[in-house]
């Protein structure tokens, strides 16, 4: 038999630890979301060491995603794309700056190859970060596969704007916890 569906789905803590009605304004405070993200995730064993939400106008939160690669069994389940992919059924577009903008993506890591493309397409104004690629590959043993050499450029030829290095040390100490826990590669 086929496989006809895909179901992927946060882990319960998220409606617990996450604050949907609130604003978040200002980038370090939605980095820092992410990051709690991410340690939560790590802590709890649902998945890697990766935290990103979405923000719409008026810094309103519109998803959150953490990674769920292993528990789901999806190479696909990065927090990033989680995010994308929740924000995406709430507002019902694939593009989620065409529901009106501006649209930003924080995260606890740069994205990954995957992740990139993903953002590419996402429909997202800015995107924030936290650990750089580098930081993940020497603190765990994630591979985050290759990037345009200008990857930076691209985005912002793109009409994304990325902000990089935000709470960077928060976010290298969890991927240090989590490499140090000896931790899944995904």
Not at 56 to 73: C, E, I, K, T, Y
Not at 116 to 130: H, K, Q, S, Y
Not at 147 to 174: N, S, T
């Amino acid at each position: 038999m086929l496989y006809a569906q895909v179901h992927l789905t946060l882990p319960a803590w998220v409606h617990e630890a996450v604050d949907a009605g609130r604003a978040y304004p200002g980038d370090d405070a939605k980095v820092e979301l992410a990051i709690a993200l991410s340690r939560r995730n790590v802590e709890a064993g649902t998945g890697g060491p990766f935290g990103a939400a979405v923000f719409g106008p008026g810094d309103r939160l519109l998803a959150v995603g953490v990674n769920r690669v292993l528990p789901a069994s999806c190479s696909v389940a990065h927090a990033e794309t989680m995010a994308y992919m929740l924000a995406q059924q709430r507002l019902q577009t694939p593009r989620l700056n065409e529901a009106g903008g501006p649209v930003v993506l924080a995260t606890s890591a740069q994205p990954c190859c995957q992740c990139f493309g993903a953002t590419v397409w996402a429909g997202i104004d800015r995107l924030l970060i936290g650990a750089r690629a580098e930081d993940v590959e020497a603190l765990t043993e994630f591979d985050e596969g290759p990037l345009p050499a200008d990857w930076r450029g691209e985005l912002a030829r793109r009409g994304i704007e990325v902000v990089a290095d935000l709470r960077r040390d928060e976010a290298r100490e969890v991927l240090r916890a989590y490499g140090a826990g000896g931790g899944a590669r995904y």
